[in-house]
């Protein structure tokens, strides 16, 4: 039943050549490339809240309720693709704003094409601070690294109790290479010592050289801040070294293809992310029930902050009155306490909201809730 309205929804909304007033949204995601269900679950998300807005009758705007039109681009995963989209739904589509790119490495440039068009971008997924660094239009529904790797390293030191710990890196990426400095700095600042900081650059398969001088430090965690299409290969070939201790990771590991693709030997790892299915409100249970009926699976960090980057969106909206990408802007902007399914956000001038994460740990095969770390 949901999935017949939500087609007939999108339907209505996304494929006709209205001429009356409507609410045009861009979706700037990772349909293709090496993180094609990071997209997928994006671009799901947003498609539900659409069709939720409009069987509702539409968003209200001034005093009229208007149909959300979505205009979905896929950015292939690369820089200059997230950039060009981003011009794309500027130029030739006219959007209001722009939900995306999630992959830190799209968002930073898609970010600067939107600044300089005074356009509104929201990421989703993006921690790295270079996205929304000095920039007016630019928000997300994330925390960002150096709390997440304040995060791990005080998870590390104060609840698995190691003192050394080994990191393996993308080197090339935003992303892995953001969290993984931030990690090195509060890990050692809290009196830890990494003694291995071994990088890689993407698409690289064969890890054994790094992990091989890493083993040779001999370090009682190993913490991976990259990709779930990566990770799984990184831990089969650590466990193959001999590396037995602790391994940790990053809100990039939050999809279920790690789980598939990684089985038995990511039994007991941890991970930060953004909110725990198990541990949900009832307004994000209520979202995580839905969602499954529509698609057969249970929304991932990426789809519940897609959902919640939307509906903040829609607020401003609500609150600015109009259609004018100035004002609402300015109406986001004053949005200071968000309570979304991935939890409270606060907003103290800037687009980074501050929030709470969580520590998921593998066990029997799925992501558990094991611990919540306040900001």
């Known amino acids: 039943m949901c999935l017949v309205w939500l087609v007939f929804s999108l339907i209505c909304c996304g494929c006709s050549t209205r001429t009356e007033p409507e609410v045009r949204l861009g979706i700037n995601a990772e349909l293709t490339g090496s993180k094609p269900t990071v997209g997928d679950s994006c671009k799901k998300a947003a498609e539900y809240l659409a069709a939720q807005i409009n069987q509702g009758g539409g968003l209200k705007v001034g005093n009229k309720a208007l149909p959300v039109r979505l205009f979905i681009e896929d950015n292939e995963d690369k820089a200059e693709s997230a950039a060009a989209a981003a011009q794309k739904l500027i130029n030739q589509n006219n959007v209001l704003a722009i939900i995306g790119p999630n992959a830190s490495g799209n968002a930073i440039p898609a970010a600067r094409i939107c600044e300089d068009n005074g356009v509104i971008m929201i990421s989703p997924w993006s921690t790295n601070p270079k996205t929304t660094e000095g920039k007016k239009f630019i928000f997300r529904a994330c925390f960002i690294d150096?709390?997440?790797?304040?995060?791990?390293?005080?998870?590390?030191?104060?609840?698995?109790?190691?003192g050394t710990a080994a990191v393996l890196y993308d080197v090339a990426s935003e992303y892995n290479k953001g969290i993984a400095e931030f990690f090195k700095k509060f890990f050692e600042a809290d009196g830890g010592k990494v003694v291995a900081f071994a990088s890689y650059t993407t698409?690289?398969?064969d890890f054994s050289s790094q992990l091989t001088t890493i083993k040779a430090t001999n370090p009682q965690l190993l913490f991976l801040p990259n990709y779930y299409n990566e990770v799984p290969?990184?831990?089969?070939?650590?466990?193959?070294?001999?590396?037995?201790?602790?391994i940790i990771g990053s809100d990039s590991w939050g999809s279920q293809e790690l789980l598939k693709l990684g089985g038995q030997e990511l039994e007991g790892a941890y991970f930060s992310t953004h909110y725990a299915p198990d541990l949900a409100s009832p307004r994000a249970q209520k979202f995580i029930s839905e969602y499954e009926t529509c698609y057969g699976k249970k929304p991932d960090d990426v789809a519940a902050l897609t959902y919640d980057a939307g509906l903040l969106l829609c607020q401003a909206i609500i609150q600015a009155g109009s259609l004018d990408r100035g004002k609402v802007r300015d109406a986001l902007a004053q949005i200071t306490e968000y309570e979304g399914v991935t939890g409270r956000m606060t907003f103290r001038g800037s687009g980074d909201p501050i929030k709470s994460a969580v520590?998921?740990?593998?066990?029997?095969?799925?992501f558990k809730y094991f611990a919540?770390?306040?900001p």
């Open 146 to 162: 150096d709390f997440q790797g304040q995060v791990m390293a005080k998870f590390a030191r104060q609840k698995l109790r190691v």
């Open 203 to 205: 698409g690289d398969k």
């Open 233 to 246: 290969l990184q831990v089969k070939q650590a466990r193959n070294q001999g590396l037995i201790g602790d």
């Open 359 to 366: 520590i998921l740990q593998i066990r029997d095969g799925q």
């Open 372 to 374: 919540t770390v306040q």
